[in-house]
């Protein structure tokens, strides 16, 4: 069986990710299976270089292939704000709550309220060069909140075409349409080639 390390220790994304990954002949390990990991910080300017250096970082000390992925929402009338800051874009250890507040008042006066979320992942494998999968969802910002599933920007967030908040899908139907499912769906489709 081959082995393959996630860059996570996100509960949703290990159990998603080993429901894919085990049927197709991987052992999945996690960020739980190690006692000893490098510090990483998530300092690159673009998606792809912050799942570039996860990735590169953890297989180099593992020894192991490993998937690692960055994710983000970019907002078009804030010049792509808040992109890769999107965890932290109130500050440092902010809740996701601080974001949507600071988000919902910069964007006060505007009238183009498209948005897309962003997700790429980098597959580095020991022996071959890093590969990238990427993919969005695209939406609106909304001027209130609805909803009470998801996480982050969720309850802010309309769908294209649905006319409905992130927030108010289920686990199941957001990871149908999310950046992050379609993404996953991707790699999924890549390794089972
Ligand atoms: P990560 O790279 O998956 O940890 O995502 C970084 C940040 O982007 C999160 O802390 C959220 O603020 C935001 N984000 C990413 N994906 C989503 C999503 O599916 N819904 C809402 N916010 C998200």
Do not use: W
Not at 4 to 30: D, F, Q, R, S, W
Not at 138 to 153: L, R, T
Not at 170 to 185: A, F
């Amino acid at each position: 069986m081959k082995e393959i390390v996630i860059a996570t220790k996100n509960e949703h994304k290990v159990i998603e990710m080993k429901k894919m990954l085990e049927p197709i002949g991987y052992k999945v390990l996690t960020l739980y299976d190690f006692l000893e990991l490098p510090e990483i910080i998530e300092d690159g300017e673009t998606f792809k270089e912050n799942a570039y250096k996860k990735a590169i970082t953890l297989s180099k000390y593992l020894n192991k292939d490993v998937i690692a992925d960055d994710s983000g929402l970019e907002v078009f009338a804030l010049n792509n704000e808040p992109g890769v800051y999107s965890a932290r874009y109130a500050g440092e250890n902010v809740s996701y709550e601080d974001n949507n507040k600071l988000l919902l008042k910069n964007m006060e006066n505007k009238t183009n309220r498209k948005a897309r979320f962003v997700t790429t992942i980098c597959l580095y494998r020991l022996d071959k060069d890093p590969i990238y999968f990427e993919d969005y969802l695209v939406g609106e910002i909304a001027k209130e909140y609805k909803g009470n599933n998801g996480f982050g920007y969720d309850p802010i967030f309309i769908v294209e075409n649905f006319n409905k908040h992130l927030a108010e899908y289920s686990l199941e139907d957001k990871n149908l349409i999310s950046h992050r499912g379609k993404c996953v769906q991707k790699l999924i489709n890549y390794l089972k080639e």
